[in-house]
């Protein structure tokens, strides 16, 4: 341990790291507006603020990642990070709202406003650049060596993987830990410089995606690399930026890397997939670069089920919404791509059980089914049971129900599932559309559409029906009268006759034994 710490204090790499070479550090540059062409006025005052109070209290800060990606290309960013040489601790000092999440990467959160309308900056400090061969290892993961790497700072598990990375250091080394060179660019909105190491520039006027340092080397260390490059492909694709070659070759080889990330962080990294307003032009980067199965089991279900008419309405609706600025949850998206399952298992109860109750059973199979895939059964799932259940209740429009369900939580979402339903054939169209009239009218024209479903009712031709009289309602085949019923007051009807049947092949004049039994 003693000679571990000389060694890295002198630079030295352990003797099984020999041949690993140095990164390069790159060149910084400083680029001016009137070259890289940032508008400023895309840049959010909230992100410029938290700059500028660490600049104020004798710090380094910039805009960092893909925020400054974004404004180069011009877009406007959705999402802005901070990268400072402030320890945590002295950014949390600053400001009056801010909190020290992460275990593996301790970053600060700087929250502005308040409820579902706040915002959070999220700031991180520069980290040094540190040989994995030479960090600390434990021999299991996150969870079986938690009180193992409770006082480490930087160290990995037995694949390379780095397990905890809270050592700072110059923004230089910070640079060179980060993934793609157009994510490796800081920007000052106060002088409008932007400061680059990577060529990040140069990629982008490119459009070409490069991973900074040997990719195969880079995924080892945090696969979901693999996952984010997928991801900025898609989302990038539509500006004409393809991966590089050399990033793109190991993907497929490095996907085996996934199985020891925890499935919470693959599961949140899957949403981003499919919620940040790609989700169609993701699928497409998936089969393209042969990773259609394999990363995360409910995304292989997802791109398998894409091009079915339901799920792919649900991709594209997600992405327009997403486009205009509209919110999305991942429950209702989730609920279309395992509908399927839950309407075959609904239907092969339904001849067994009453309506309900078979639902509810076919959409706890599909959630044993799918345990790990909605990452438990809290919130999401109760979101998702809700819109299915909600399903058969649209069909019901008499008396106080209509009323009842557009008063329920989650009756927006479930609403438009079924008008998803609607726009493939799978429900009445005609049904979609007296719910939207109904769900935003008054009382007195929800009073009118509700009359005009009880008079469709009436006018509908009501089948006969057609009393059959059975040898029950009259007698016996014999023609003697069946037992008599209870009077309807209650008072005991007149004694029971006894009858006595003829034994098989007895003649008319022969008498029945007594207490005999239909033959």
Known sequence: ????????????????????????????????????????????????????????????????????????????????????????????GLFRRAFIIGRRFRIVHVVYGRGREHEVIEVSTFRAYLDNAAAEQVAGNEKTSKSELAGMQHAVDSTGRVLRDNVWGPMEEDAVRRDFTINAMYYDPETQVVVDYHKGIQDAKKRTLRMIGDPAVRYREDPVR????????????????TLDT???????????????????RLFDE????????HSLATIEQLKKLGMATGIYPLLDVVVER?????????????????GEGKPVAP?????TVLWADVRDGWARRSGRQPPFPALQDAIDDVFNQRIGDVSGRGKLAADMREIWVMQPRF???TGSAPWGLVDQPRFRAAFDFMRLRADIG??????????????????????????????????????????????????????????????????????????????????????????????
């Open 226 to 241: 693999i996952i984010r490059a997928v991801r900025f492909a898609a989302k990038l694709s539509p500006l004409g930026f």
């Open 331 to 335: 429950s209702f998206l989730l609920a």
């Open 426 to 519: 799978e429900v009445d169209e005609g049904l979609a559309e007296w719910w939207q009239e109904f769900s935003t009218a008054d009382d007195i024209r929800r009073e009118d559409l509700l009359e005009q479903v009880r008079e469709e009712q009436k006018s509908r031709p009501r089948k006969p029906v057609v009393h059959v009289r059975t040898p029950a309602s009259t007698g016996d085949s014999t023609g003697e009268p069946q037992d008599e019923a209870p009077a309807p007051d209650g008072t005991p009807s007149a004694p029971k006759k006894r009858r006595r049947r003829r034994k098989p092949g007895a003649t008319k004049n022969e008498a029945p034994p007594a207490g005999g039994s239909d033959a």
């Open 1 to 92: 341990m003693i000679k571990k710490f000389i060694d890295k204090l002198l630079g030295k790499t352990p003797g099984g790291a020999r041949g690993s070479k140095k990164p390069s550090f790159g060149k910084r540059e400083e680029v001016g507006a009137d070259v890289h062409g940032i508008n400023p006025e895309l840049v959010d005052r909230r992100a410029s603020d938290v700059v500028r109070t660490l600049k104020q209290a004798g710090f380094e800060a910039y805009i960092v990642g893909g925020a400054v990606r974004d404004l180069l290309v011009g877009l406007r960013p959705k999402d802005f990070d901070v990268a400072t040489n402030a320890t945590p601790e002295q950014v949390k």
């Open 395 to 397: 069909e019901k429009r």
């Open 246 to 264: 050399k990033t793109a070759a190991p993907l497929v080889q490095s996907q085996t890397l996934l199985a020891d990330v925890p499935q919470s």
């Open 270 to 277: 899957m949403l981003k997939l499919l919620q940040t307003g």
């Open 306 to 322: 894409a091009d079915t008419p339901f799920v792919n309405a649900a991709l594209a609706d997600t992405d327009r919404r997403v």
